[in-house]
């Protein structure tokens, strides 16, 4: 029997893999298996069962946090675009992603979009590949899911070109199952979460989730079913926090002593959406038929979760407005408060922040929103408001 | 010989260069007069000019064989008391100025205390004046204003109390007095003041009437040379000149130009100025090919440096001081000058220490500017940094160290006349345009 | 003072064309006539007015408070409201427009909007306006999202995917909202007169060529692609609007004549290119920095923004709904980086540029993230060095003229001294 790994190996090894920029674990994945290549992919939601099918390792690029000097990056963006392009500009001159023999951009907004074409000026066609995925914003199987299935179809294509195999259905389903397991295993932290957060430390879930962006899924599967299985015989005991969802963290990441910081400044985070990429899909694909491509696209179309990012209208009844959504989950979850954040500069979320502070206060659900920056290394003031918003609800509970 | 001169009108100091038709310097003026750009004007050219006539009295004095013979120091001599009567009368107005200040309404009652607060600091004044002039002798940089103001305002401190007066209303007529002081041009001509030490020397002994002679024909040649032929304005109030618009110049232009004429060999130009901050890169000729401006954020110029040192209570000049006994670099995230102080304040509240943490602000400054260069094409060899921040050792360092870990091994070039590169270029300008 | 400038014939009909383009707006309910409230990129004016209902645009709405420096203001109310700082001005300026009584920029209060078209084109931030003003007015919206040339390249798939939203989605919704059928006849012979003008302004822009350049691409470009992308295209206003423009080019070519500019006839000293969008609520003071050092913009980006027919594309009445998603999909914002570049290059190689010139817009990402590399890429091609200038489209917070000049003369005195060299050589 194999032996599982303890709870402060995995989150040691979550980190380790968090804090390497040189990408180090993909390097050693590569040389691990010859001929093999990984695809990097940024933010929020790339089908990665279609990258793993082809045999490749889909690393996801979030960004160099607080762990990398920007100078490169910030002569190719102006002062008032976010902090993702700059990082991610920065390491692939500086070579970190020479690992990587291509790279996904996800529409997710403007400046992801735009970064798609600073890469190829950067790295012409012929040197590294790189795709925009064109994600649907139309939720008609006919229509958007016939466009998103033709999108597949070319990635799969160009994936074959590059790795020089074909993708086969088994493949497919395969690698649907992996990812499946790995949703599976998040959902389940959720609850446990979402029941008995002190058994979860903030810091600990959100380096499962950075670490669960470039590891290989089947060792992730493993680690994520050993914590659960290590947690619950820890003698974690519950503190007087209050219940809250932090929502903004979809793309740009936050540094994780800033995660940190908003635990100890007093709120058990019972819901989030760190890296949500990993758990867009909210419930299996199919993993059993013979167009998994098919499959993989109604998983999007009805299967996903909200996000800035996606239509939230839909007369077919499919999109519900995310702030209605979120107000659900509240009321189901059972939460004291919401901290609504995002990323500087981002678009997406801050076109949304009046929208879900309306839908709060007609609830009279309170909250609190600040912003924040990948690379921030000072958080004494958003420590005061997190802390102060814990404290005036604790009072009055 | 012909001459031209270049006019540089900046947002803290107002420089003027005059070249020669081999575009060799003879003359730099330098003024802080900042209130009426015109003035400025003005005060910043006799200043030139005066630093020709004396460069010409220098060369002249040394070329002549009698007047060699008496010592080396004959120029020194005679500038110094041409220097000394300036001062002198300049003073003599300020406290004038400061006494018809007195005499308005809102100081009744209360004027015979002040008059004597007065009388005891231009006391004081008058008797560092000597000492001063020696200092000052060939030192622009240290302003009638600052000077004079150091000296009032300590001596004010020492001694307001006991005469039961406001210090506020007597920093308030030194205010209105000096603004009054620097919007004049000093009614004293080279050949007048130079005369005066003449003379003295003349009575000491230390000069016969045949070399008396020989000055004074030189300063009456000296008298007619300088004329200008044409002048070509540059900076912040440039638009103000009265130039016809083709004699107005971009900074940026001018800037690059002149750097390349102090360091021919360079190619990038960073200049850091209290409130702008350009990346400049030249080619063989010194004509600018690219460039790049932050001029929109203080966090980016020599503002951030004064507000750090005010933050900790410290004159701007003590920071590098205090920089080179720091141990470490501290990460500062804080890309605006606000927020910096924030972090500082909280960082030290934290326990760190103010020399790591003037390091590594500064180290945060300069790599803002390292992007900005990035973005006008990088660092080509010669690197010249210039500007006032280019006076704080502690920031030449780090831009050293920057500089060859990103470009290599890059000659990097600092000179203490970087001021007058932006009045240079335009001089050059008005030589080569005409 | 302004100097009393003669305006051109082409000027006074464009603002007829805009005069009569409230007034039905105004008389939009009494008519009967339906208010679609849609985009300038990816704008389908002939599937809107073949149903005889009215586009608005909010963008050009926001634009023209700018110019009549009323924006601020309502920039304010939607950060009141709780709009961010950072975000979309036009958004803001709109928001804040429709929490003021929907009152617009003429004064004129405009009618509620019977169809929200979210045609997404070139913008993600479209998209959350869009979803915003959902919640404001209760009225149908209708998405149509318009694939982004990420290759360079339109694709069977990408177009199909457009027409069959608009068969699927958009024309059911307007046969129901009008009770008019959709009448693919009438809508042939819109695009045969959209085609028509395409061609006449495509000859216009290139006019460009000829020393000195008849046209300014820039400022005066701004009014020429007035009634074209402002819900005019497929009408015979429109059509009759080009053809004067045309004539009037060719008499200033005939005439080597320049561009009239705000103060008279443009001296051309500098030829420059414009990446870029205006700052509408300094339009006039930006142009004067122009002109008065003698620089003639003789190509720009902007333009291009709600539609580009320079390399060839033209609405097809043979195939209407496959050429309109074409045209979706061929506006300047939906265009990917490298093709960006290339339209730059073409500009500055086609129009013999002295330099070009990238204009920043602070609160728009779809423009402004990417442009430095942008930049760089123009000056590697070119061995041109480029200017770069930064400001906002209608918050003038964002707008230093002061910073703008010493950025601008510089640029153009840098240009000049080379110019000079180069024939000195």
Not at chain 2, 277 to 290: C, H, R
Not at chain 2, 340 to 356: I, N, Q, V, Y
Request: proline share 4%.
């Amino acid at each position: 029997m194999e032996k599982k790994m303890k709870v402060v190996d995995i989150i040691k090894r979550c980190r380790e893999v968090y804090e390497d920029i040189e990408f180090n674990y993909v390097r050693k994945w590569i040389d691990e298996r010859s001929g093999a290549k990984a695809i990097g992919y940024l933010p929020i939601y790339m089908p990665r069962e279609i990258v793993y099918a082809a045999g490749m390792l889909p690393v996801g690029i979030m960004g160099a946090g607080d762990m990398l000097e920007i100078i490169k990056g910030d002569s190719y963006y102006q002062s008032y675009i976010c902090h993702i392009p700059r990082s991610s500009v920065e390491m692939a001159l500086d070579g970190k992603l020479d690992c990587l023999s291509g790279m996904v951009f996800p529409s997710i907004c403007d400046v992801v979009r735009n970064l798609s074409g600073v890469w190829k000026l950067l790295f012409p066609e012929n040197e590294k590949y790189s795709w925009y995925l064109d994600l649907p914003q139309n939720f008609d199987p006919n229509i958007g899911g016939k466009f998103y299935q033709v999108v597949l179809k070319e990635f799969i294509s160009d994936l074959e070109t590059l790795s020089g195999k074909t993708i086969e259905v088994n493949d497919l389903n395969h690698s649907i199952s992996l990812y499946n397991q790995n949703r599976r295993y998040f959902r389940e932290l959720c609850k446990i979460r979402a029941e008995k957060p002190w058994l979860v430390p903030l810091g600990e879930y959100y380096l499962l989730n950075r670490a669960g962006s470039v590891m290989d899924v089947e060792e992730h599967n493993e680690l994520l079913s050993d914590y659960i299985g290590g947690i619950k015989s820890l003698k974690r005991k519950p503190l007087d926090n209050i219940r809250v969802v932090l929502l903004g963290c979809f793309c740009e990441q936050p540094p994780l002593g800033l995660v940190k910081t908003i635990e100890m400044a007093g709120c058990y985070v019972v819901w989030d959406d760190f890296v949500i990429g990993n758990r867009f899909i909210e419930s299996d694909i199919d993993a059993s038929t013979d167009d998994p491509i098919k499959a993989i696209s109604d998983g999007f179309l009805f299967g996903s979760t909200f996000s800035s990012s996606k239509y939230e209208i839909n007369e077919l009844g499919i999109n519900k407005p995310k702030s209605e959504l979120l107000v659900e989950i509240i009321r189901n979850v059972g939460v004291d408060g919401v901290i609504l954040t995002g990323p500087s500069f981002c678009d997406p979320i801050l076109l949304d922040h009046p929208g879900y502070m309306d839908a709060f206060d007609k609830e009279n659900i309170p909250y609190i929103t600040f912003q924040y920056s990948e690379d921030m290394a000072q958080y004494q003031v958003i420590d005061e408001e997190v802390g102060t918003f814990s404290d005036s609800i604790r009072l009055w509970r | 010989m012909t001459y031209t001169m270049g006019i540089d009108l900046g947002s803290t100091t107002s420089k003027a260069v005059i070249i020669d038709d081999k575009e060799q310097i003879v003359g730099e003026g330098l003024t802080n007069t900042r209130s009426n750009y015109l003035i400025a004007v003005k005060v910043a050219e006799e200043d030139a000019r005066l630093d020709t006539k004396l460069s010409m009295m220098r060369s002249a004095i040394e070329d002549s064989a009698p007047l060699k013979r008496v010592n080396d120091g004959l120029f020194e001599s005679l500038l110094y008391s041409f220097r000394y009567r300036y001062y002198s009368m300049k003073i003599e107005k300020l406290k004038e100025y400061c006494l018809e200040t007195l005499n308005q309404d809102i100081y009744a009652g209360k004027r015979g205390n002040m008059q004597a607060v007065l009388d005891e600091v231009f006391k004081k004044i008058d008797e560092q004046s000597e000492a001063i002039v020696q200092d000052t002798l060939y030192d622009k940089s240290r302003f009638f204003r600052d000077i004079t103001g150091s000296i009032y305002m300590q001596s004010v401190e020492k001694i307001y109390k006991d005469f039961n007066v406001s210090f506020d209303d007597l920093v308030s007529i030194y205010d209105k007095a000096i603004i009054r002081s620097e919007n004049e041009i000093t009614p004293l001509s080279l050949s007048d003041g130079i005369d005066i030490g003449i003379r003295e020397q003349k009575e000491m002994g230390t000069l016969d009437d045949n070399q008396v002679k020989l000055i004074r024909e030189i300063m009456e040649e000296i008298n007619k040379e300088v004329v200008i032929d044409s002048k070509v304005g540059t900076g912040y109030g440039r638009q103000l000149l009265p130039f016809p618009k083709d004699n107005i110049y971009s900074e940026i232009l001018c800037h690059g130009l002149g750097s390349h004429h102090f360091f021919p060999d360079t190619r990038t130009v960073l200049d850091i100025g209290g409130q702008d901050t350009k990346a400049i890169q030249v080619d063989e000729s010194g004509m600018v090919t690219s460039f790049n401006m932050n001029d929109r954020c203080a966090a980016g110029s020599g503002r951030f440096l004064g507000y750090i040192a005010d933050q900790l209570s410290i004159g701007v000049q003590e920071l590098a001081d205090l920089a080179a006994r720091a141990k470490k670099v501290i990460k500062i995230s804080s890309t605006c000058t606000v927020f910096a102080g924030a972090e500082l304040r909280s960082k030290l509240s934290l326990g760190e220490r103010r020399e790591d943490l003037v390091l590594s602000l500064e180290t945060a400054m300069a790599k803002r500017a390292m992007s900005l260069i990035a973005r006008s094409g990088g660092v080509s060899n010669e690197f010249t940094f210039s500007g006032g921040v280019a006076k704080n050792q502690s920031m030449v360092s780090i831009f050293d160290n920057l500089v060859k870990q990103h470009y290599g091994d890059i000659k990097m070039n600092v000179s203490p006349d970087s001021i007058y590169a932006g009045a240079l270029g335009a001089a050059l300008f008005a030589k080569r345009r005409g | 003072m302004e100097k009393q400038v003669k305006k051109d014939r082409s000027m006074l009909k464009e603002k007829d064309i805009l005069a009569g383009y409230y007034h039905d707006l105004g008389h939009a309910k009494e008519e009967n006539k339906k208010v679609v409230y849609t985009f300038v990129p990816g704008n389908m004016t002939e599937l809107i007015r073949v149903f005889d209902a009215i586009p608005v645009y909010p963008e050009i709405l926001a634009l023209q408070s700018g110019m009549r420096r009323i924006s601020d203001g309502k920039i304010r109310v939607a950060e009141e409201a709780g709009h961010s700082e950072d975000v979309c001005t036009y958004v803001k300026c709109h928001v804040g427009m429709i929490l003021q009584e929907n009152i617009g920029p003429t004064g004129m209060k405009l009618p509620d909007p019977d169809l929200l078209l979210c045609a997404y084109s070139g913008c993600f931030t479209f998209m959350k306006w869009f979803e915003i003003l959902k919640k404001m007015f209760d009225c149908p919206i209708v998405m149509v999202h318009v694939p982004y040339q990420a290759d360079g390249e339109i694709t069977d798939g990408m177009r199909k995917y457009v027409t069959d939203q608009l068969k699927a989605e958009y024309i059911p919704v307007m046969e129901k909202l009008t009770g008019k059928k959709y009448d693919q006849d009438k809508m042939e012979k819109m695009m045969e007169l959209s085609s028509s003008a395409e061609d006449d302004l495509v000859e216009v822009l290139q006019s460009a060529k000829n020393k000195p350049s008849p046209i300014d691409a820039f400022f005066g470009g701004v009014y020429y692609i007035g009634p074209i992308f402002n819900g005019f295209r497929g009408t015979v206003q429109c059509c009759d609007y080009y053809k004067l423009l045309k004539h009037e080019v060719n008499e200033r070519i005939a005439k080597k004549l320049g561009p009239i500019g705000p103060e008279g006839e443009m001296k051309e000293k500098l030829r420059i290119v414009v990446e870029g969008a205006q700052p509408w609520v300094r339009f006039r003071d930006n142009w004067k920095v122009f002109y008065d050092e003698d620089v003639v913009c003789v190509g720009a980006t902007y333009t291009k923004v709600g539609g580009f027919y320079e390399w060839g594309y033209r609405h097809d009445p043979k195939r209407p709904l496959d050429s309109m998603a074409d045209y979706c999909m061929w506006c300047m914002p939906n265009m990917n980086l490298p093709q960006r570049v290339d339209l730059i290059e073409d500009y500055m190689r086609k129009f013999d540029a002295d330099g070009f010139i990238v204009a920043s817009i602070k609160s728009c990402n779809s423009y402004s993230a990417g442009q430095l590399a942008m930049l760089k890429e123009v000056e590697k091609r070119t061995g041109i060095t480029g200017g770069f200038i930064e400001y906002d489209i209608v918050d003038s917070r964002y707008y230093s003229l002061a910073n703008i000049k010493v950025r601008l003369e510089s640029y153009f005195q840098m240009l000049n001294e080379k110019k000079r060299e180069g024939r000195m050589n």
